[in-house]
């Protein structure tokens, strides 16, 4: 089993609309989650960090469920540049690792 | 924020030459340093993690005679990618944490992109 598991979509939904990504982690002693997103050839950027329960940042919303070991991710009102791939990733304290799930695609259509 | 310099950018070389792709935090110091690859349409994959003054520690499948880390100094890793060949094409990104850094949060470079013909 994969350490980060990512449905690698594509989700195609029209702008305005609300998407979720979930994403299931097997490292339970894993210590905090992250969100990043990456366009096409560039490198990642954090979009959001999930230490406890959960996060939020305007459009976008982060979930923690360490009982069933997923992170999900929230986004309302979908805008055309919010177009990317989102990765989650877990930080495992003990392994000083970043661990980065396959990614989900995202596309938004006017 | 913290900045992560990546170069070169882009790379192209002929097969069997080696390519050296330079890390450096700008702002900050870097005491662990992480070399990532990502192939096409796939998500990244940790391939080593570098501490400032010791040897590098590799994933398993990765080889360390093949992919050759440096961490010289606070500021600075190298990857370099010996003997190369076409399937080492990828994109390579680094990142890097600041000391006491606990909370798993990495700064990332602009990533290397190397094609091998």
């Known amino acids: 089993r994969k350490e980060v598991e990512q449905d690698p979509g594509p989700f195609n939904v029209p702008e305005g609309a609300t998407v979720a990504f979930n994403c299931t982690y097997s490292n339970s002693a894993s210590q905090s989650f992250f969100w990043y997103r990456q366009d096409c050839r560039k490198e990642p950027k954090l979009l959001m960090s999930?230490?406890?329960s959960g996060n939020e940042d305007g459009r976008f919303t982060a979930q923690l469920n360490r009982a069933s070991q997923y992170i999900s991710l929230l986004i309302r009102d979908s805008k055309l540049s919010d177009s990317a791939t989102y990765l989650c990733?877990?930080?495992?304290?003990?392994?000083?690792?970043?661990?980065f799930g396959t990614g989900t695609l995202l596309a938004v259509q006017p | 924020g913290a900045v992560v310099s990546q170069h070169p950018s882009r790379v192209i070389c002929k097969s069997g030459t080696s390519v050296k792709i330079e890390c450096r935090s700008l702002?900050?110091?870097?005491?662990?340093m992480f070399w990532y690859r990502q192939f096409p349409k796939q998500s990244l994959m940790l391939m080593a993690t570098s501490n400032e003054g010791s040897k590098a520690t590799y994933e398993q499948g990765v080889e360390k005679d093949k992919f050759l880390i440096n961490h010289a100094s606070l500021t600075l890793s190298t990857l370099t990618v010996t003997s190369a060949h076409p399937e080492d094409s990828s994109f390579y990104i680094c990142?890097?944490?600041?000391?006491?850094?606990?909370?798993?949060?990495?700064?990332f470079g602009e990533g290397s992109r190397l094609t091998v013909l």
């Open positions: 990733a877990e930080y495992g304290g003990a392994t000083n690792k970043l661990i």
């Open positions: 702002d900050f110091q870097a005491t662990t």
């Open positions: 999930v230490y406890s």
């Open positions: 990142s890097a944490s600041g000391a006491g850094e606990t909370t798993g949060e990495l700064f």
